[in-house]
């Protein structure tokens, strides 16, 4: 298999997703600007979007893939099968008793992330935050039939399925919010209608890509067969794993639960500028990080289990190497081109100059802590593939309190810009002790030729930086027609990519050198 070209339709897929996320959050500034209401929209939002993470793609993932991708190995299909079966059902169980739970304490939920806002933002989150809820159930089960189909390398429709979730928040965005009213609803409430049936569409699309694989996910709804499933030693060996995983990602989205308290005592929409930023810094990191990830997991569990550990090690080298290829200018155009970025992407409609300045900011600090934000999504892996999830635990635990001291002094110096530069610092030392860690281990051994590599990429980087930073001075971004900045727009970053790889092409370093398979 060749893992660039995996890696890059990975990519390209992937790429589909956010530019309609894009598109999404585009619509929701149009519609709803940076608001308490928005504020309230992103607090029940991340309440599912958090639990998510620990039963889907997070936690879960990070347990089950290393274990199918070894069963499958080690002991064949019909082994596999059967794993998946178990897994299916105990999941399923644990998930309608959250749901639940989640529905009946959502004000509590809805306190403990948005204790900052107003009467009638806080209700309308509670409403919000009731009706998505399910959301986690079916993303939890998609996550589930992402991970047979990686594992049997079928990336494809994991990786472009997420495009569902966002056109039917912008469908029901645009067609909806101003019905609702009529109804005697907030205008809002149809995100939160969009995010369910998305939710409802992922599901459907996976589950049956994994039955033409020939995998039935046979979920057992009776208790005899539940106490069965969870007897499976798969299944125990999966839930041991993914305790320490629990740990490292609930602190990761503990550390979500304060930045967005903080964020709402900041100012009213300051939550909504820092998501409106997030979405532009998760184009590279799900551009790189997520492809790269998702490709190599499964790929570092097997040569684990062929205890093939120069192979583990060069996988490893090779994705940290496309990192610093491509995150590096991400990284450039995030810190210095931020003002035009943001006011092509939002500037419209209810988002005014002052909410492009805010957002901008936000990119801004994001933009420091790239690098970190996308690597951890190689060198954690690294760990998983030999089920060692508490090392990234203990980091995650150090790198949340260092986040929060962080936030102690920069936001009240920087406002809502502080808390996404303390997020991308404490993600670049997230990623420095992972790195170490596995070097410590000898998981990790570099191949030669970093130095002359990392001189080249920073060299190029910077040239393409000092023309991205003459642009965003010479054009007034924020007083341009909206069509001369979208034109502006794509002859600028045309210019600065012809520019950074025009200059790696003369440096010696070509594509071909990146054409890997295993």
Request: net charge positive; with cysteine.
């Amino acid at each position: 298999m060749n893992l660039l070209k995996t890696a890059s339709t990975v990519s390209v897929l992937t790429l589909a997703s956010r530019i309609t996320g894009l598109v999404r959050e585009q619509m929701v500034a149009a519609l709803f600007g940076a608001t308490a209401m928005t504020d309230a929209f992103q607090v029940a939002f991340r309440i599912p979007n958090m639990l998510r993470r620990l039963f889907a793609e997070g936690a879960f993932s990070q347990a089950f893939v290393p274990v199918l991708a070894r069963t499958r190995a080690q002991e064949g299909d019909e082994a596999t099968r059967e794993l998946v079966a178990a897994v299916a059902t105990v999941l399923t169980w644990a998930l309608t008793l959250t749901c639940v739970l989640g529905v009946v304490g959502a004000p509590l939920l809805v306190w403990l992330l948005g204790a900052g806002l107003a009467d009638a933002p806080q209700e309308a989150a509670v409403v919000m935050t009731r009706w998505m809820f399910p959301y986690i159930g079916c993303m939890s089960l998609a996550a589930l039939c992402a991970g047979v189909l990686n594992t049997w390398k079928r990336f494809a429709v994991p990786a472009v399925t997420p495009v569902l979730l966002n056109l039917s928040v912008i469908a029901c965005g645009w067609v909806l919010s101003p019905l609702l009213p009529r109804w005697g609803l907030q205008p809002i409430y149809a995100l939160a209608f969009g995010v369910m049936l998305g939710g409802v569409l992922q599901l459907v699309v996976l589950w049956f890509a994994v039955r033409r694989l020939g995998v039935d996910l046979r979920i057992g709804w009776r208790w005899r067969a539940f106490t069965q499933a969870r007897s499976h030693a798969g299944v125990g060996q999966v839930l041991r794993t993914m305790g320490p995983a629990l740990v490292g990602v609930g602190v990761a989205q503990l550390s979500l639960v304060i930045n967005t308290q903080i964020a709402i005592w900041v100012a009213p929409g300051a939550a909504s500028w820092l998501t409106y930023a997030d979405r532009l810094m998760e184009f590279p990191i799900a551009l790189l990080g997520v492809a790269l990830g998702v490709v190599l997991t499964p790929q570092l569990a097997a040569a684990q289990a062929r205890d093939a550990q120069q192979e583990y090690s060069a996988m490893l080298d090779w994705g940290l190497r496309l990192v610093v290829l491509l995150a590096l200018p991400c990284a450039v155009a995030l810190l210095l081109f931020a003002v035009p970025l943001v006011s092509v992407l939002y500037h419209r409609g209810a988002f005014g100059a002052r909410d492009v300045l805010y957002t901008s900011q936000a990119v801004m600090g994001y933009g420091a802590g790239l690098l970190g934000l996308v690597a951890v999504k190689i060198l954690a892996p690294g760990f998983y593939a030999k089920q060692d999830t508490r090392t990234p635990v203990r980091i995650a635990v150090a790198v949340l309190v260092l986040t929060q001291l962080l936030n102690a002094v920069f936001v009240p110096w920087l406002g809502v810009a502080g808390l996404s530069l303390s997020i991308g610092l404490g993600a670049l030392i997230n990623a420095l002790m992972l790195f170490l860690g596995l070097r410590r281990k000898g998981s990790y051994r570099p191949e030669p030729g970093w130095w002359l590599f990392t001189f080249k990429v920073v060299l190029a980087s910077s040239a393409m930086g000092l023309l991205l930073w003459w642009l965003a001075l010479r054009l007034d971004w924020l007083a341009l027609h909206e069509g001369w900045r979208v034109l502006a727009m794509a002859g600028s970053m045309a210019a600065s990519g012809v520019l950074y790889f025009g200059l790696l092409w003369c440096l010696g370093i070509k594509p071909r050198q990146y054409m890997r398979r295993v």
